[in-house]
């Protein structure tokens, strides 16, 4: 059974840092791309970053290019989002998301979710 | 990367069927037909429901089916179940190795 476990959230002010990370099992890890999607309180998805399987791609929204980070590290099937400068406007729960292709492409679908952990930025 | 626009809300009775839509531009939904839909229930993470404009993952029913029209997707439920009710998301490929979501739509079942 896919499982997808994010962890790492909570109360950071505005202009900190933190770090995500999404533990991954059930499946061969390396061999899917990853994402981060996020959802502000009450609002709709938004597209946060995506990563290919070894790593060697990665991809960012607008919002948060030149801020944030997605890696991962296949020995520990773990994927990270690394946030810095953070904005009250990142406030949102973050979900991690599988892609079923190894690379990302156009036909980027988000077939499995985790449960989110949510980030709060705020003084 | 402007959302993608959606309906707030539709209703259905059971049985009945129900269509959301999904309006972009010549730039995501009408560019590309990688269009995709998402179910997401209260507190619980979303779920894929459609993908490639019209293609079921498998176990979705085929109650669910997707379309495209120009820069207008839309998604059908068909034979409307009270665990239908629940929020919908479209989701566009935008070019440039970036996606786009719609701002979802709450579909209520009477």
């Known amino acids: 059974e896919v499982q997808l476990l994010e962890s790492g959230g909570g109360l950071v002010q505005p202009g900190g840092s933190l770090r995500l990370s999404c533990a991954a099992s059930?499946?061969?890890?390396?061999?899917?791309?990853m994402s981060w999607v996020r959802q502000a309180p009450g609002k709709g998805l938004e597209w946060v970053s995506s990563i290919s399987g070894s790593g060697d791609s990665t991809y960012y929204a607008d919002s948060v290019k030149g801020r944030f980070t997605i890696s991962r590290d296949n020995s520990k099937d773990t994927l990270y989002l690394q946030m810095n400068s953070l904005r009250a406007e990142d406030t949102a729960v973050y979900y991690c998301?599988?892609?079923?292709?190894?690379?990302?492409?156009?036909?980027?679908?988000?077939?499995?979710w985790g449960q989110g952990t949510l980030v709060t930025v705020s003084s | 990367q402007s959302a993608l626009t959606q309906p707030r809300s539709v209703s259905g009775s059971p049985g009945q069927s129900v269509t959301i839509s999904c309006s972009g531009t010549?730039?995501?939904?009408?560019?590309?037909?990688?269009v995709s839909w998402y179910r997401q229930h209260p507190g619980k993470a979303p779920k894929l429901m459609i993908y490639d404009v019209s293609k079921r993952p498998s176990g979705v029913p085929d109650r669910f089916s997707g379309s495209k029209s120009g820069n207008t997707a839309s998604l059908t439920i068909s034979g409307l179940q009270a665990e239908d009710e629940a929020d919908y998301y479209c989701c566009s490929y935008a070019g440039s190795y970036t996606w786009v979501f719609g701002g979802g739509t709450k579909l209520t079942v009477l």
């Open positions: 010549s730039s995501d939904v009408g560019g590309y037909n990688y």
């Open positions: 059930g499946f061969t890890f390396s061999s899917y791309a």
């Open positions: 998301a599988r892609d079923p292709a190894v690379v990302v492409v156009a036909a980027t679908v988000f077939d499995y």
